[in-house]
């Protein structure tokens, strides 16, 4: 199982805990989670199955509705949330010079932290979007030099460039956004979630 798959089956639950899996599955593929992060619908359930091996969600239960059999209710274990956390820390602070997904999981689970946990990764974001797009400056100047690179090898950096420059933008605009007082953060005023800070 993917990184980016078990961040977005264990952020889901915690979204929405207790919860089970076919409430998952309906709810993930209204955000497209098929088509951004290549999570299929066998995936999720895989993904619960896997998370709970690891201690990290927990059954609460079952639930029947009419004829349908009975289905499993599942929620975060204190080390579950623990382990969210870290994943979603380490892909907040965390440019992927040529991957979107980890930024797209991201966006979906970014209330569980702190409105200002959030604004300032999104001010470290923005510097160290410049340090990629430089660093691919470099990569073009290499393949330029090289005897055996073959020229159009630039065109994966060009286009990673022109990727963080999109990226960055939407930063500017979250950033805005975000200090202007938009969405719920953890520990804002109408949150459910506690934040949790670092020590």
Known sequence: MSNITRLVVLGAVRQFEPV????????????????WANIQPGSIYNALKSLKQDGYIEEAGTEAAGKRPERTIY??????????MRMLRQTLWTVETFDTKPTMALTS?????????VVAALKFRMTEIDAKIASNGFDIADVGHSTTTPAYVREIFELSSLRLRAEQ????????????????????PGSRVEPVEQK
């Open 169 to 188: 933008e939407w930063v500017k605009g979250l950033f805005e956004r975000i200090t202007a007082g938009n969405y719920v953060f953890a520990g804002d």
């Open 75 to 84: 929620r975060t274990t204190p080390q579950g949330v623990v382990e969210l």
């Open 109 to 117: 689970f970014m209330f569980l932290l702190s409105r200002s946990e």
């Open 20 to 35: 089970h899996g076919y409430f998952l599955r309906r709810e993930l593929m209204t955000w497209h989670v098929d088509e």
